[in-house]
């Protein structure tokens, strides 16, 4: 009864907003909180600029942002925590060093350099401070490392064994939408294209992510259909609190555990995948006897573009670049299309990470082994209260 007079109320405000601004809609609500259009788009201004999302995806992304935030200041109001002075000026310090602002630079002054919305960002960086509070009150306090589990991880880190990484397609329909989800699916099934499904049901707040994964992170269920599936095939819809998930399986690689949690330096150049003539010259490179030091040189000289240095571990790299470099030898040139755009790279080093008994390690190692563990933990915890959140309180997208 109280969620439906919640509504109500809601809507009445709503009928309001929408008449009182021309080309202002509402376009979610967090119990009595609304959120607009224009509220989205300042929160894409600036999770673009700050944390380089792409543009791609910004607006379902920024809309997903601002609705989790409102979650937490909810939550944040019924456990009585609150943001003092302090915690802002820490909050505002860590963003100012997160651009590489220098000393004589404020918030307030690179806001309205980048024309982003003050109180909008004022308004995240509360809202990230709160959240964090919730976790040292609800999660972190319940959070404990065994010397079991120390033991495991650095057993599973030394071993040679092969991990399922799968690259994913993820197209979350949400409740209100259900009726969508078999087309979708059919659509999916019938090879039409991420992006026009996301254009063509842009009214049903679908939302389409790409993803990389080791497949013994999800769910059991999830995990033994995708082991199972062939590339290009289309997971059976899953049914969440929020709405349906449907996953398509993209790419699926087997990668050493050791190589996947190396570390490798790479030299890369990357170009327009509609540039013939540069595609031309890709050959020309390969078999030019390059090396790490004079591959930046013999590539300026084929005019293929500037190369840079990139230093990365192996787990956060696509899955085809993963595969692609374990089969690779120091030395070797590699040549590859993503979004279109050519990749050229030249691997320089591998650089595996030293994993001893635990006998060998000394304090400072077992205790960052320790905070690996920890944070893996808190990250599903967290995901689980976010979910429980929205089960809490009254979440609707227009």
Same mark, same amino acid.
């Given at each position: 009864?109280?969620?439906?007079?919640?509504?109500?109320?809601?809507?009445?405000?709503?009928?309001?907003?929408?008449? @009182?601004?021309?080309?202002?809609?509402?376009?979610?609500? &967090?119990?009595?909180?609304?959120?607009?259009?224009?509220?989205?788009?300042?929160?894409?201004?600036?999770?673009?600029?700050?944390?380089?999302?792409? @543009?791609?995806?910004?607006?379902?992304?920024? /809309?997903?942002?601002?609705?989790?935030?409102?979650?937490?200041?909810?939550?944040? +109001?019924?456990?009585?925590?609150?943001?003092?002075?302090?915690?802002? +000026?820490?909050?505002?310090?860590?963003?100012?060093?997160?651009? @590489?602002?220098?000393?004589?630079? *404020?918030?307030?002054?690179?806001?309205?350099?980048?024309?982003?919305?003050?109180?909008?960002? /004022?308004? #995240?960086?509360?809202?990230?401070?709160?959240?964090?509070?919730?976790?040292?009150?609800? &999660?972190?306090?319940?959070?404990?490392?065994?010397?079991?589990?120390?033991?495991?991880?650095?057993?599973?880190?030394?071993?040679?064994?092969?991990?399922?990484?799968?690259?994913?397609?993820? &197209?979350?329909?949400?409740?209100?939408?259900?009726?969508?989800?078999?087309?979708? /699916?059919?659509?999916?099934?019938?090879?039409?294209?991420?992006?026009?499904?996301?254009?063509?049901?842009?009214?049903?707040?679908?939302?389409?992510? +790409?993803?990389?994964?080791? &497949?013994?992170?999800?769910? #059991?269920?999830?995990?033994?259909?995708?082991?199972?599936?062939?590339?290009?095939?289309?997971?059976?819809?899953?049914?969440?609190?929020?709405?349906?998930?449907?996953?398509? /399986?993209?790419?699926?690689?087997?990668?050493?555990?050791?190589?996947? #949690?190396?570390?490798?330096?790479?030299?890369?150049?990357?170009?327009?995948?509609?540039?013939?003539?540069?595609?031309?010259?890709?050959?020309?490179?390969?078999?030019?006897?390059?090396?790490?030091?004079?591959?930046?040189?013999?590539?300026?000289?084929?005019?293929? @573009?500037?190369?840079?240095?990139?230093?990365?571990?192996?787990?956060?790299?696509?899955?085809?670049?993963?595969?692609?470099?374990?089969?690779?030898?120091?030395?070797?040139?590699? #040549?590859?299309?993503?979004?279109?755009?050519?990749?050229?790279?030249?691997?320089?080093?591998?650089?595996?990470?030293?994993?001893?008994?635990?006998?060998?390690?000394?304090?400072?190692?077992?205790?960052?082994?320790?905070?690996?563990?920890?944070?893996?933990?808190?990250?599903?915890? *967290?995901?689980?209260?976010? *979910?429980?959140?929205?089960?809490?309180?009254?979440?609707?997208?227009?």
């Amino acid at each position: 009864m109280l969620r439906f007079v919640k509504l109500c109320i809601v809507f009445a405000v709503l009928f309001y907003y929408v008449d @009182g601004f021309t080309g202002v809609k509402v376009v979610a609500t &967090v119990d009595d909180e609304l959120i607009s259009s224009l509220d989205v788009e300042k929160r894409v201004k600036i999770d673009k600029l700050l944390y380089k999302v792409d @543009g791609k995806v910004a607006y379902d992304m920024s /809309l997903k942002f601002l609705i989790d935030e409102a979650l937490w200041r909810r939550e944040a +109001k019924n456990l009585k925590i609150s943001v003092s002075d302090e915690d802002m +000026k820490e909050a505002i310090n860590r963003i100012l060093k997160l651009i @590489g602002a220098d000393g004589d630079t *404020s918030l307030f002054s690179y806001v309205q350099e980048n024309d982003l919305d003050y109180k909008t960002v /004022l308004r #995240h960086l509360e809202s990230k401070i709160l959240w964090d509070k919730i976790l040292l009150l609800k &999660v972190i306090p319940y959070i404990n490392v065994s010397d079991d589990e120390i033991e495991s991880y650095i057993a599973e880190s030394k071993s040679d064994k092969f991990e399922t990484i799968a690259s994913l397609n993820q &197209v979350f329909i949400p409740l209100k939408s259900k009726d969508i989800v078999q087309v979708i /699916l059919k659509e999916l099934c019938n090879n039409v294209s991420v992006s026009d499904i996301k254009n063509r049901y842009k009214a049903y707040d679908i939302s389409i992510d +790409k993803v990389s994964i080791s &497949v013994n992170l999800l769910d #059991h269920k999830i995990k033994k259909n995708l082991v199972k599936a062939n590339v290009g095939q289309v997971i059976d819809p899953i049914e969440f609190v929020q709405g349906y998930l449907i996953i398509q /399986l993209l790419d699926k690689v087997q990668i050493s555990r050791k190589f996947m #949690h190396s570390e490798v330096t790479l030299k890369q150049v990357l170009f327009d995948d509609k540039d013939k003539n540069k595609l031309n010259t890709i050959t020309k490179l390969q078999n030019s006897q390059a090396d790490c030091l004079t591959f930046n040189k013999v590539v300026s000289e084929l005019k293929l @573009g500037n190369a840079f240095d990139v230093v990365v571990k192996v787990k956060d790299l696509s899955t085809k670049l993963q595969a692609l470099l374990q089969n690779a030898k120091v030395g070797n040139i590699i #040549h590859f299309s993503s979004d279109s755009k050519e990749h050229v790279i030249i691997l320089c080093e591998v650089k595996a990470k030293d994993f001893r008994n635990k006998q060998d390690l000394d304090e400072k190692e077992i205790n960052s082994i320790r905070q690996n563990i920890s944070m893996k933990k808190l990250g599903i915890k *967290s995901m689980q209260l976010m *979910s429980q959140l929205y089960k809490n309180y009254l979440v609707e997208r227009y």
